[in-house]
């Protein structure tokens, strides 16, 4: 190396599998950074067979004439999917940070100058940042859902089926946080890489924080690797942190939702945490009226018998079944409960 030559201290790392449609605009997003450190960029090709590379190939000068360093590798024939190739892009760098950049994604110019800053202040986080959709109105509410949690939100919704409360595609570290972790799963399509790490991420101590600035246009397409995961796949995982983080160290809770997904949830818990559930909680008075849910498919004998109450009723602490912002009067329900989300209620929607 030589002796002016500065090591990068961020690596924005791309996996990219076919991604000619966008790569252009995503690149030229790194190029116009107001970071004026050490930067540089690892992409891991991930067998694509359009012309992503050669569009790579011809932008290469602009990167050597803003000093960022790239350095790209990959492999042909069949996709070994997103977390193998967020890995070998992690591998490839050096630098002390990691910001992850999909390759159909655009940076604000700002972003990894604000999110290095959180990230130095908390090298233990996985920081995010607010984002927008494009095209404009995509995944509305989740869009809403994600730049409005405030911080404690972060942790207590981490159980929804929204996934990871801060959104992947805006992450940016500390190099021993994926170190930590061990790296994102390898099983390829359908294997939610991302909610898997984030929950390993929560269970070993990691912490969570936000820019609350818009930093990055997250493009929504068919081709998103979102879809090819399986909404049961997700659900599995979601049940089981929530038994590991919130279930076992409660000695009893409630269920708000006697219906489909309240029933589903109390189905897919161990037996350990159905003995738990002391009663479900409704506004709906065909369901009240059935005073109880028997759980008839249950191997116990007797089989798991749970009251059904009117929701003013109810016990805490609670696991919430019920889509907020969807749901009649829902909300102004919960709030005429005066109760402590985190302490009183998680919810699990």
Partial sequence: MMENEKLPLVSITVPVHNASAWISECLKS????TYLGP?????????????????????????????????????SGEPKGVGFAKNQAIAMGSGDYLCFLDADDVMHPDR?????????????????????RKPEGSTERFSQWANRLCPHQLYTQAYTSHGPTVIMP??????????????????????????????????????????????????????????????????????????QEVLKKWDHFSIWNAGKQGRKLFRSLSRTSQSKVTMF????????????????????????????VYFTEVKPPIIICIKMDLSGNFEQNLSSLRLKEGRDFIHFN
């Fill in 30 to 33: 790194v190029l116009h950074q």
């Fill in 39 to 75: 930067m540089e960029l690892c992409i891991y090709n991930d067998a694509s067979s359009d012309d992503s590379m050669e569009i790579l190939n011809e932008m290469k000068d602009l990167f050597d004439s803003r000093g960022i360093k790239v350095k790209v590798t990959g492999h």
């Fill in 112 to 132: 990894v100058s604000c999110q290095l800053q959180a990230a130095q202040l908390d090298p233990r986080a996985i920081v995010g940042c607010k984002f927008h």
């Fill in 170 to 243: 805006t992450w940016f570290c500390h190099r021993n946080v994926v170190e930590s972790v061990g790296g994102f799963h390898e099983g390829g399509k359908g294997v939610p890489e991302d909610l898997i790490f984030f929950y390993a991420h929560l269970c070993g101590g990691g912490t969570l924080t936000r820019v609350d600035k818009d930093l990055l246009m997250y493009r929504y397409h068919p081709e998103c690797a979102t879809f090819s995961v399986k909404e049961e796949t997700i659900w599995d995982k979601r049940v089981a942190f929530l038994e």
């Fill in 281 to 308: 909680c409704d506004v709906d008075e065909r369901k009240i009226s059935k005073k109880y849910y028997i759980y008839e498919n249950s191997p116990e004998v007797p089989k798991p018998k749970v009251p059904i």
